[in-house]
Nanobody, 121 residues
Framework: QVQLVESGGGLVQAGGSLRLSCAAS????????MGWFRQAPGKEREFVAR????????YDADIVKGRFIISRDNAKNTVYLQMNSLKPEDTAVYYC??????????????WGKGTLVTVSS
């Protein structure tokens, strides 16, 4: 089992930045891919970004490409999502995810409980 705890969400004005963190505990010795998803009210959960175990490979969804940066520190068992140039449409609950394949919700083995990001216009 792996437990994931997100932090760093909050209220920010459009154009601002936030950094989300996801602390993993439990069976973190497995080489999980880590990632972030988000879910806005009334919408389905959508993929945001993922990062390989080594951190050498990342992939961002087109909706955040060039604005969000995913990174990880395996020594701290922590994954980060640096969010820049935030837009009101980025408002959502952001979920940390871990698994063998973290490209869609069906491929995720473990979820955090989420952290709310609200971007005001």
């Amino acid at each position: 089992q792996v437990q994931l705890v997100e932090s760093g969400g909050g209220l920010v004005q459009a154009g601002g930045s936030l950094r989300l963190s996801c602390a993993a505990s439990g069976r973190t010795d497995n080489a999980y891919v880590m990632g972030w998803f988000r879910q806005a009210p009334g919408k389905e959960r959508e993929f945001v970004a993922r990062i390989s175990w080594s951190g050498g490979s990342t992939y961002d969804a087109d909706i955040v490409k060039g604005r969000f940066i995913i990174s990880r520190d395996n020594a701290k068992n922590t994954v980060y999502l640096q969010m820049n140039s935030l837009k009101p449409e980025d408002t959502a609950v952001y979920y940390c995810a871990a698994g063998a394949y973290v490209s869609s919700p069906g491929g995720v083995d473990y979820w955090g409980k989420g952290t709310l990001v609200t971007v005001s216009s």
